[in-house]
C-alpha cells in the first residue's frame, strides 16, 4: 500500500511540475538540435589488409632450396609488427609532414607545442585495429571525404614501405656480412695460389698424378737401360770382340745414364724434375691443393648464397596483401545528430523529475535552521 501511495505521489508531483518540465525538456531539445547543426560532418575511410609472411622474401624460399612449404599469410608476429608501425611516431609524423596536417588542422606551426597538438587531434582521427579474422584495418575520419581517402591510403602503403625497409635493412647488413667473408676467403685463396705456385717451382711439382708415373717410369727405363749398358761393356771386355770406338761410345752412353739418373734422384740436382725434390713436396703440394680447392669451393657456395640474397634484396615482395582500398566515403561517419538530440531530451527529463522530486520532498525544510542548529 506504501509503495502505491509513494508511486502516486511521484506522479503527482511530477503532474504539477509539468509545464516546467516540458519547458526545460523543449529547451534541451532546441538547444541540441541548434548545437548539433552546428558540428561539423566528418566522414570516415578504411582500407583493410592482411600481413605478408616474411616467407617471401627468404631466398631459400624463393629459390625453393627447402622442402618446407611457403607461407603467403604472415603469422602473429608479422601482424604485430604492422601494428607497431601502424601506432608508430614515425609514421604519424610522415602523415603530419606529407598531408600538411598543421595547416588542414588549423594549428599554428609557430607554437610550441604544435607538435604535441596535431598529433593529438590526428590519434582521435587515425585508428588501426586487428580484425577478429587477423586482418588489419586503418580508418581516417576527416570532414574532407577525399582527404580522408587519400590519406588512409597513403598510410596503409607507408606501413608496407617501412616493414619492407625492415626486411630490406636486415638483408643488407647480411650482404655486407657476406661481402667482408668472401673478402677474406678471396685473400686467403691468393695466398694459397702464391703458396702452391712457390712450392711447385722449388719442387718441380706440376701434376702430382701424371709426375709421380713419369718419374717411376723414366727412371726404371733409364736404369734398365743402365744396367744394359753395363752388361754389353763387360761382355765386350771380356769377349774383346769391340773396337775401341765402340767401346767408348759404350761408356760415355754409360756416363750420360749415370748423370741422368743423378740429376733425376739426387738431392743437390738442379734440375726441375727430381723424384727427391718430388718427395720432400709431395704431402706439401697436396695440402695446399686440397686447402685450395676447400676454399674455393667455400667462396663459391657463398657467392651462390650471396646473389641469391642479393636477388631477394633486389626484389619488390610486400609486407602487406591487400583487401579493401580506401573509398571515397559517401555517408559522413559523425554526427549522429539524432542521437544526439535524443540524449539530450532523456538527460533534460531525468534531470528535470529528479528535480522536482528533490524540490517538492525538502521544500518544507528551514535550512538555515537545520544549518544553524547543526
Not at 632450396?65 to 604519424?92: F, Q
Not at 661481402?179 to 694459397?192: A, P, W, Y
Not at 712457390?198 to 701424371?210: A, F, H, Q, V, W
Not at 634484396?313 to 559522413?332: D, F, H, R, T
Amino acid at each position: 500500500m506504501n509503495n502505491n501511495e509513494n508511486l502516486v505521489g511521484i506522479i503527482a508531483t511530477i503532474f504539477k511540475w509539468r509545464k516546467p518540465i516540458i519547458y526545460l525538456v523543449v529547451a534541451a531539445t532546441i538547444l541540441s538540435i541548434g548545437v548539433s547543426l552546428l558540428l561539423p560532418n566528418y566522414y570516415s575511410s578504411t582500407t583493410s589488409f592482411y600481413a605478408a609472411s616474411t616467407d617471401l622474401a627468404k631466398p631459400e624460399m624463393i629459390f625453393g632450396l627447402t622442402g618446407k612449404a611457403m607461407e603467403y599469410y604472415g603469422g602473429d608476429g608479422d601482424i604485430d609488427r604492422l601494428l607497431t608501425i601502424a601506432e608508430s611516431n614515425e609514421l604519424k609524423d610522415y602523415l603530419v609532414d606529407t598531408f600538411k596536417l598543421l595547416d588542414h588542422y588549423e594549428i599554428d606551426a609557430k607554437d610550441i607545442k604544435s607538435g604535441f597538438k596535431v598529433r593529438e587531434v590526428l590519434e582521435d582521427l587515425y585508428k588501426v585495429r586487428k580484425t577478429k579474422y587477423d586482418a588489419i584495418e586503418l580508418t581516417v575520419e576527416d570532414k574532407d571525404r577525399v582527404f580522408a581517402a587519400k590519406m588512409v591510403n597513403a598510410a596503409r602503403e607507408k606501413i608496407n614501405d617501412f616493414a619492407t625497409a625492415l626486411i630490406k635493412d636486415s638483408q643488407k647488413r647480411l650482404l655486407s656480412t657476406f661481402e667482408k667473408t668472401m673478402d677474406e676467403k678471396q685473400k686467403e685463396i691468393n695466398g694459397l695460389d702464391q703458396n702452391l705456385i712457390d712450392s711447385r717451382k722449388k719442387y718441380g711439382i706440376l701434376n702430382i698424378e701424371s709426375q709421380s708415373g713419369m718419374l717411376g717410369v723414366l727412371i726404371s727405363k733409364k736404369e734398365s737401360s743402365l744396367v744394359g749398358s753395363k752388361g754389353r761393356l763387360q761382355m765386350y771386355q771380356q769377349l774383346g770382340t769391340a773396337n775401341k770406338d765402340t767401346i767408348m761410345i759404350l761408356k760415355a752412353s754409360i756416363k750420360g745414364l749415370e748423370d741422368e739418373l743423378r740429376e733425376l734422384t739426387s738431392p743437390s740436382s738442379t734440375t726441375s724434375l727430381n723424384l727427391t725434390k718430388f718427395n720432400d713436396g709431395l704431402s706439401k703440394v697436396e695440402m695446399l691443393q686440397q686447402l685450395h680447392t676447400q676454399s674455393r669451393n667455400r667462396l663459391s657456395y657463398d657467392m651462390d648464397r650471396y646473389n641469391m640474397i642479393r636477388n631477394a634484396y633486389e626484389s619488390a615482395v610486400p609486407s602487406i596483401i591487400l583487401i579493401e582500398n580506401g573509398q571515397i566515403p559517401i555517408v559522413k561517419s559523425r554526427p549522429k545528430r539524432i542521437m544526439i538530440v535524443l540524449a539530450s531530451i532523456f538527460a533534460a527529463l531525468l534531470v528535470s523529475v529528479i528535480g522536482v522530486l528533490l524540490i517538492n520532498n525538502y521544500s518544507d525544510i528551514n535550512w538555515k535552521e537545520e544549518l544553524h542548529g547543526k
